[in-house]
DNA sequence: AAATTAATTTTATAAAAATAGAATTAAATA
DNA sequence: TATTTAATTCTATTTTTATAAAATTAATTT
């Protein structure tokens, strides 16, 4: 189980109004499944099914005593759960899966035509980006390229040139240099 | 929102998948709906669904721009909730409800004095009960006590006797037979 | 003003989870 | 060994929740 999937399991377990009273009645002392059920007014089978996923989260330990579970609370498991949140680390890394580039994809899909021409620019800041981000790949990262190369390149995609380089400078995408001068691309400030 | 709901609350928004994977976006910076729709993956709907779940637990807000609603992270909701998991007086509190003797216990605390003796009769049929349930358990189960003996009795407590002998009939803790006769204690049928 | 865009709300559906009764298992005692 | 008891597992049902399409709202740009 990663970590995600341990952070997921635990609050599911937490997510229920009758798993939290178990917890609660728990964090006083042992009950067993029985005592629990009469507790919380529900059938046995309930209670069982309910202390099953609190076990599965970790959160809950039985202890068999002649036929009775007694089930006892896992306080450690919450204080580690709790400490984990309390570090600054942890919730940023629960995006670690999530694909980056999906937007990106999307808007590229939509403004291209599928004979790989730019429809048109979009007018939108973070599509624009999306967009310069994704013609700027053409260039190589530290070669100097003459304005009429880089006019060459981009009307490939599109005819307003002029704007296309103007932007490219503009979101930071590339550099030029003199009046009528050549341009470079640089790295992309974080920003997105 | 009681402390209870507040946490089951809490606890409810981070039990889905999408939801922790919001979280851990929003950690980093903050997103539109049409982008974090893209990054998951899913209908913009179904962001704003998530979103108002997160919302309404405190953990996140939107902030308008032009049209777009950027929602970032309030960290001090987590960070808030965290501490109070490691805070020991919080699980038993969750059982507060269910706990059938807790409401007793401070009721009992509330009416009696140091002495022992009753500070008066409660108006109110819940706290009523739970101070006849505390008394009734000085006479034995199974046998009978002339009035004398049953005001002798009551007396250590208070003096309005009468309304007490009349009262643990009234509530069903007792039984009388004939007119001056003799009480004794019943089971008491659940209610609580 | 008209058209575009992002977000939300509404509505409907699909998926997941809570619940309890019945059947089963395991342990205790008569 | 047979019976009782607590707990679990199985099965079916109800309730809750996630999802997205369509309709609506609000703000922007042409």
């Not at 997921?8 to 609660?24: C, P, S, W, Y």
């Not at 059938?43 to 089930?71: C, D, F, P, R």
């Not at 694909?99 to 599928?114: G, H, S």
Request: charged share 25%.
């Amino acid at each position: 189980m990663d970590e995600n999937e341990e952070l997921l399991t635990f609050f599911k377990a937490l997510a229920d109004a009758n798993r939290l009273k178990i917890v609660g009645l728990l964090a006083r002392q042992p009950y067993s499944v029985e005592q629990l059920a009469a507790l919380l007014q529900v059938g046995a089978s309930t209670v069982s099914h309910h202390l099953t996923k609190l076990s599965e989260a970790g959160l809950v330990m039985a202890q068999a005593h002649s036929y009775y579970n007694y089930y006892h609370l896992q306080n450690e498991k919450i204080q580690q759960v709790a400490r984990k949140l309390l570090d600054s680390t942890t919730l940023p890394a629960l995006s670690a899966e999530v694909d980056a580039n999906a937007f990106d994809r999307k808007v590229i899909a939509n403004y291209f035509l599928p004979d790989g021409t730019l429809k048109a620019l979009p007018s939108q800041q973070k599509k624009m980006r999306a967009v310069l981000r994704h013609l700027v790949q053409r260039f190589e990262m530290g070669r100097k390229y003459p304005e009429k190369e880089v006019n060459e390149m981009f009307a490939q995609f599109h005819e307003d040139t002029a704007s296309l380089r103007r932007e490219m400078v503009g979101y930071g995408f590339m550099q030029r240099e003199g009046g009528g001068g050549c341009y470079w691309r640089i790295e992309e400030k974080e920003e997105r």
